[in-house]
């Protein structure tokens, strides 16, 4: 018997309008351009502005144009699983409040928190969900509102990250494409390094916790740097490894986007060029979650079905990984 596996068959993203650029940047923190392009090479990233405006406007809108291009009814559905650490509120799963939000009336539907590798553990829950024949169309969004957790006067950290997300469709095959393989790795002492000090069941938001700052992200950004660039490396050369994938035969490496410095070095241990590499940080920075759906978005005219693609991310967790996938479709959708 054919092994059934889950096969991406239409990706979505969305980005607010609002554009922070570089420059605006300097008039709030001791900062500048130059800088901000040689250290990270991002030049300008989105904002979600407005009352009420929570990462789950990001899921709707990027899922409402992926059912559209898709052409896929809302109550057809199985299951949407949000990777986020924005969520709109600490509690419903804002995987629920999107669902809600689309109409998917037929669906259940969770959160996952694997900071900027939540969209790696998602799809690879998701295609499991598919591979045990359950069900037949399930929904991966990866977003976050990373505005609503930076502090405008970190100068360190405010000026990677940006909002943003994006969402793919996962159907069943019996065709050799779709997710072929996933390695997925944490380690919870790298937490003192990237974590929110304040606001979770150990230190509840206090009057104090608010005047200190706390419920900003904190990042020591030069030691997640070194584990990232490591790790991400690692894990990348490791699944071609494990699948025999020289570095002729990858068509595409999906890196998540959080300083183009980590994304060369991953390129190299894995030999491959930058013609191949799938960059957009230029233009949205670092959306966690929602980096690489967001690539996938950006560059599905160019892609073919068939080719070879390596998924990889590091973030806060520490988390880590790598997916390899095999493209299902030719082309936009
Ligand atoms: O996505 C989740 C995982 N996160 C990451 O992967 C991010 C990993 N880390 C990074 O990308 C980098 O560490 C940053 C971009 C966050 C910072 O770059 P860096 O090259 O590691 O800088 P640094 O923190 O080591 O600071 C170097 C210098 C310091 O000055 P001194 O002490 O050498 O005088 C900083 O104060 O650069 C200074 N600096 C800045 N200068 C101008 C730090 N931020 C800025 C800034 N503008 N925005």
Redesign the pocket.
Known sequence: MKKTRAVITGVHGWVPEYVLTNRELETM????DE??VT??GIKERRILKGENQGTSVIGINAIKGLLKKTNTDPEDIDLIICATVTPDMPFPATANIIADGVGAKNSFSFDISA??SGFLYALTMGSQFIETGMHKKVIVVGADKMSSIIDYQD???C??FGDGGGAVLLEPTEEEVGVMDSMLKSDGSGAPY?HMKAGGSRRPATIESVNAREHFAF?E??T??KF?VTNMADVSAKIMEKNNLKSEDIAWLVP?Q??KR?IDATANRMGVGPDKVMLNIERYG?T?AGTLPLCLWDYEPQLKKGDNIILAA???GFTWGSIYLKWGYDGAK
């Open positions: 923190v001791d900062t500048n800088w901000i250290r990270t900071a900027c100068r360190a950290t000026i990677i990237l990042q950004g030069s997640v740097f990232a998540h959080a300083n980590i670092n966690t590091f973030g806060g």
